[in-house]
C-alpha cells in the first residue's frame, strides 16, 4: 500500500521534473536576437554553422530538449562559450566542478548552524512559553525572519568587514588551501544566510513543542519523576520536528536564492554567481543546465524529507499516514 | 472575545500607511527629484539642512531617492501582487471547483513553476523577457519595468493560486454549497457568492506576505544588476550605496531600513490578518 503511494509520489515528481526541463528549453529559445551573433561575433562561416548545430538551432525543439537531455543524463552539461574565441569553449562541468562544492558547503554549513541554534532557541521559548520573556524573544523573532538575508550581509559586511575590519569582505579560500581561512571567509555569508533561518526554524518548533507538551505522556514522564530537560529533548522534540522539516525542506529554494545574493554580495564564485553570469552573457546551454541542476536538487530534497517524516515519526509509517 | 491590536501591530499599520502616502503623494511634497544632483553636499551625512538623509557619493538626495523608490517598489509589489494573485486566484478557485482533469493539468502546472526557486525564476524570465534583439542596445526603462512586473507576477501565481485551490476545496464540501448546487444555482453564481468571498480574506492575507516576497525580490534583482536600472528603487539604491560604503554608509543603510520595515510590516500585518481568520474559522 505504502509502496503504491511512494511510485506515485516519485512518478509525479519525474513528470514535474520533466516539464521544467522542458520548458526551460522553450524558454531558452525564446531569447530574443541571434545567439550566434552573440556568443560569436566574429566567427567565421564554418564557425557559425557549427555553433549552430551544437546550440541545435538547425532542429526542432523537441529534438534539441532530448538531445540536451541524454547529454544531461550522461553528465554532459554543455559548453560555456567565450565571447572573444572563435569556437573554444570551456564545458560547463569543469567550471560546475569549481563553483558547486562551494555552494554546496555554504548551504550545508548555513543549514547546521541553523538548527544547532533553532531547536535550543526553540525548546526555551516553548519551555517558557506565554511569559515575558517568550513573548519578547518571539516577537524579535518574527522581525528577524522578515529581514532579507542580503540586508544582513551588507550590514554585516560593513560594521565586520570595514569598520572593526575583522573578517575578509570579499573571495572564498578552498579548505584545503587554509581551513582557517576557509571559515573566516565563510563566517559573514553564512551568518547572514542562516539568522533569517534561525528565527523561522525555532518560531515553528516553538508552536509544535507547546501542542505537543499538552499531550497526555508527558504528565505521565513528569510524574514518573523524569528532569524536565530529558523530557524535552528525549520525548518531546522527536514528535515534534515534522513542521520544521517540512520548512527546512521549503526553505532550501528561498536559501538558493537567498545564496546567489549572497554569493554576489561577498564575491564568492559559487553556483549562484555562474547562474548570473551566464544569464547575464547568455550562455544558451549553461543557462538550460544550471536551472535544470536546481530545479532537481529542490525536487529531490522534498522527496528525501517525505522518506525522513516516516523515519522521525513512527505514526506516518502506518497506513494512516 | 475581540483581541485588541498590539504596539507591533500599530506600528506596522503605521508605516504601511505612510509608505503608500509616500508613494501615492510623494510628488507632492516640495523638494528636489531624486535626479537633481547636488554638488555642494557630496557624501552628507543625515541631518544636514536640506537633506534631513544625508546625500550619496553622487550628489543624489537621499530623502527623495526613498520617496520616488515608496513609490517604484510599491508599484511593482502592489501591480504584480495583484495582477499574480487574480491569475492565481482564478485558476485555484476554478481547478477546485470543477476538479477532474482540469485541476490536476493546473495543480501540475502550479508544482511545476514552484519547484524552480523564486529568484532564480525572476532572474531567468526577466533576462529572456528584457533582451533586446540588438544586444548593443540598452532596454529602456520603461520595458525593464513591465518585464519587471510580469516575471514577478508570474512568480505569485503559483504562490496564490495554490493558497486559493486549497481554500477552496474546503468551502466547496460544505453543505451550504451543495444545497446552493442542488437548488438549481449555476456554477458561476455559486463561485462568485459563495466561494469567493470566503476564500478572499485568507488568501488578501497571503496576499500581504507576497507583497514582502516580491518587495525582496525586486531589491536582490537589482543587485544582481538586472533590476530597474539608476537607482530609482529601494533595491537600486541599495545596489549603488554598497559601491561606497567606506565613506558613505548611509546612502547603503536607510534604503536597507526602509526596505526592512516595510517587509516586517507586511508579514507582521499578513500573520494578524491569519490569525483572526484562524478565530474566526475556529468559531464556526
Given at each position: ?8 509520489n516519485?512518478?509525479?515528481?519525474v513528470l514535474?521534473?520533466f516539464?521544467v526541463t522542458f520548458?526551460?528549453?522553450i524558454?531558452?529559445?525564446?531569447l530574443?536576437g541571434?545567439?550566434i551573433?552573440?556568443?560569436m561575433p ?6 557559425r554553422?557549427?555553433l549552430?548545430a551544437?546550440?541545435?538551432l538547425d ?5 534539441y530538449?532530448f538531445?540536451w537531455?541524454?547529454d544531461?543524463l ?6 560555456w562559450y567565450?565571447s572573444?574565441?572563435?569556437g573554444g569553449g570551456?564545458?560547463?562541468?569543469s567550471m560546475l566542478?569549481v563553483?558547486l562544492p562551494?555552494?554546496l558547503?555554504?548551504?550545508?554549513y548555513?543549514?547546521?548552524v541553523?538548527i544547532?541554534?533553532?531547536?535550543p532557541?526553540?525548546?526555551f521559548?516553548?519551555y517558557?512559553?506565554e ?6 524573544i518571539?516577537n524579535v523573532?518574527?522581525a528577524v525572519?522578515?529581514?532579507p538575508?542580503?540586508a544582513?550581509g551588507?550590514a554585516?559586511a560593513?560594521?565586520?568587514g ?6 575578509p569582505v570579499i573571495?572564498?579560500v ?5 581551513p582557517s581561512?576557509h571559515?573566516?571567509?565563510l563566517?559573514m555569508p553564512?551568518?547572514s ?7 523561522t ?7 509544535d513543542?507547546?501542542a505537543?507538551?499538552r499531550?497526555d505522556?508527558v504528565?505521565m514522564a513528569s510524574s514518573?519523576?523524569l528532569s524536565n530537560?530529558w523530557?524535552?529533548?528525549r520525548?518531546?522534540?522527536r514528535?515534534?520536528?515534522s513542521?520544521?522539516m517540512t ?7 528561498a536559501l538558493?536564492?537567498g545564496?546567489v545574493?549572497?554569493?554576489?554580495v ?10 548570473t ?12 543546465s544550471?536551472?535544470a ?22 505514526r506516518?509509517?502506518g497506513?494512516?499516514? | 472575545m475581540r483581541?485588541?491590536y498590539?504596539?507591533p501591530?500599530y506600528f506596522a499599520?503605521g508605516w504601511?500607511g505612510f509608505?503608500?502616502f509616500l508613494?501615492?503623494?510623494g510628488?507632492f511634497?516640495?523638494?528636489?527629484g531624486?535626479?537633481v544632483?547636488h ?8 541631518f ?8 550619496d557619493?553622487n550628489?543624489y538626495?537621499i ?6 523608490g ?8 502592489v501591480?504584480?501582487?495583484?495582477l499574480g494573485?487574480?491569475?492565481g486566484?482564478?485558476l485555484?478557485?476554478?481547478?477546485a471547483y470543477?476538479r477532474?482533469?482540469?485541476d490536476s ?11 524552480v526557486p523564486?529568484l ?13 534583439v540588438?544586444?548593443?542596445?540598452a532596454?529602456p526603462?520603461?520595458?525593464?519595468l513591465i518585464?519587471l512586473?510580469?516575471s ?14 486549497a481554500?477552496t476545496l474546503?468551502?466547496?464540501?460544505r ?7 442542488s437548488?438549481g444555482?449555476r ?9 469567493v468571498?470566503n476564500?478572499?480574506p485568507?488568501l488578501?492575507a497571503?496576499?500581504?506576505?507576497a507583497?514582502?516576497?516580491?518587495i525582496i525580490?525586486?531589491?536582490s534583482?537589482?543587485l544582481?544588476?538586472?533590476?530597474i536600472p539608476?537607482g530609482?528603487?529601494w533595491g537600486?539604491?541599495i545596489a549603488r550605496?554598497?559601491n561606497d560604503?567606506e565613506y ?5 543603510y536607510?534604503?536597507?531600513?526602509a526596505l526592512?520595515?516595510?517587509v516586517i510590516?507586511?508579514?507582521?500585518v499578513?500573520d494578524v490578518l ?5 478565530r474566526r474559522?475556529?468559531?464556526?
Amino acid at each position: 500500500m505504502k509502496y503504491r503511494v511512494a511510485l506515485k509520489n516519485l512518478a509525479k515528481a519525474v513528470l514535474v521534473l520533466f516539464l521544467v526541463t522542458f520548458s526551460i528549453s522553450i524558454l531558452v529559445r525564446w531569447l530574443p536576437g541571434d545567439p550566434i551573433e552573440i556568443l560569436m561575433p566574429f566567427a567565421t562561416e564554418e564557425g557559425r554553422a557549427a555553433l549552430r548545430a551544437e546550440l541545435g538551432l538547425d532542429i526542432n525543439v523537441v529534438q534539441y530538449y532530448f538531445s540536451w537531455l541524454f547529454d544531461l543524463l550522461r553528465g554532459d552539461f554543455g559548453v560555456w562559450y567565450a565571447s572573444t574565441g572563435d569556437g573554444g569553449g570551456v564545458p560547463v562541468r569543469s567550471m560546475l566542478a569549481v563553483a558547486l562544492p562551494r555552494s554546496l558547503l555554504i548551504m550545508l554549513y548555513t543549514m547546521v548552524v541553523s538548527i544547532v541554534f533553532a531547536v535550543p532557541l526553540g525548546i526555551f521559548l516553548a519551555y517558557r512559553a506565554e511569559t515575558r520573556t517568550d513573548k519578547t524573544i518571539s516577537n524579535v523573532l518574527f522581525a528577524v525572519s522578515s529581514i532579507p538575508s542580503f540586508a544582513i550581509g551588507l550590514a554585516l559586511a560593513f560594521v565586520v568587514g570595514v569598520q572593526l575590519d575583522l573578517l575578509p569582505v570579499i573571495g572564498y579560500v578552498p579548505f584545503a588551501e587554509n581551513p582557517s581561512e576557509h571559515f573566516r571567509s565563510l563566517v559573514m555569508p553564512v551568518v547572514s544566510l542562516s539568522i533569517g533561518l534561525i528565527a523561522t526554524f525555532s518560531r515553528l518548533l516553538r508552536v509544535d513543542m507547546i501542542a505537543t507538551l499538552r499531550e497526555d505522556f508527558v504528565t505521565m514522564a513528569s510524574s514518573k519523576g523524569l528532569s524536565n530537560m530529558w523530557i524535552l529533548w528525549r520525548h518531546v522534540l522527536r514528535p515534534s520536528s515534522s513542521t520544521l522539516m517540512t520548512s527546512a525542506a521549503l526553505q532550501m529554494g528561498a536559501l538558493i536564492g537567498g545564496a546567489v545574493v549572497i554569493e554576489s554580495v561577498f564575491a564568492l564564485n559559487g553556483f549562484g554567481m555562474l547562474l548570473t553570469t551566464a544569464i547575464a552573457t547568455r550562455q544558451y546551454l549553461a543557462i538550460q543546465s544550471l536551472v535544470a541542476l536546481i530545479a532537481i536538487a529542490y525536487i529531490v530534497f522534498n522527496l528525501i524529507v517525505d522518506v525522513l517524516y516516516a523515519v522521525v515519526d513512527p505514526r506516518v509509517r502506518g497506513g494512516r499516514g | 472575545m475581540r483581541k485588541k491590536y498590539t504596539i507591533p501591530t500599530y506600528f506596522a499599520f503605521g508605516w504601511l500607511g505612510f509608505a503608500v502616502f509616500l508613494a501615492v503623494f510623494g510628488s507632492f511634497i516640495p523638494i528636489d527629484g531624486y535626479q537633481v544632483i547636488h554638488g555642494d553636499f557630496i557624501d552628507s551625512p543625515p541631518f544636514t539642512s536640506g537633506h534631513w538623509f544625508g546625500v550619496d557619493s553622487n550628489g543624489y538626495d537621499i530623502f527623495s531617492g526613498i520617496i520616488n523608490g515608496a513609490r517604484l517598489s510599491i508599484f511593482i509589489a502592489v501591480v504584480s501582487v495583484g495582477l499574480g494573485g487574480f491569475i492565481g486566484s482564478l485558476l485555484g478557485v476554478t481547478a477546485a471547483y470543477y476538479r477532474g482533469r482540469y485541476d490536476s493539468v493546473v495543480n501540475t502546472a502550479f508544482n511545476v513553476v514552484l519547484s524552480v526557486p523564486n529568484l532564480v525564476l525572476a532572474l531567468a524570465l526577466v533576462a529572456v523577457l528584457a533582451t533586446n534583439v540588438d544586444i548593443n542596445e540598452a532596454v529602456p526603462t520603461w520595458r525593464r519595468l513591465i518585464t519587471l512586473v510580469m516575471s514577478l507576477t508570474i512568480v505569485i501565481i503559483p504562490i496564490l493560486g495554490r493558497i486559493a485551490r486549497a481554500a477552496t476545496l474546503a468551502w466547496s464540501g460544505r453543505e451550504f454549497i451543495v444545497a446552493a448546487r442542488s437548488m438549481g444555482m449555476r456554477d458561476r453564481h455559486i463561485i462568485s457568492r459563495h466561494i469567493v468571498p470566503n476564500v478572499l480574506p485568507a488568501l488578501i492575507a497571503v496576499g500581504f506576505l507576497a507583497v514582502g516576497v516580491v518587495i525582496i525580490a525586486e531589491a536582490s534583482l537589482s543587485l544582481l544588476g538586472v533590476g530597474i536600472p539608476d537607482g530609482a528603487s529601494w533595491g537600486g539604491m541599495i545596489a549603488r550605496g554598497r559601491n561606497d560604503l567606506e565613506y558613505n554608509p548611509h546612502a547603503l543603510y536607510i534604503p536597507i531600513i526602509a526596505l526592512a520595515f516595510t517587509v516586517i510590516s507586511t508579514n507582521h500585518v499578513g500573520d494578524v490578518l491569519r490569525g483572526k481568520l484562524d478565530r474566526r474559522e475556529g468559531r464556526l
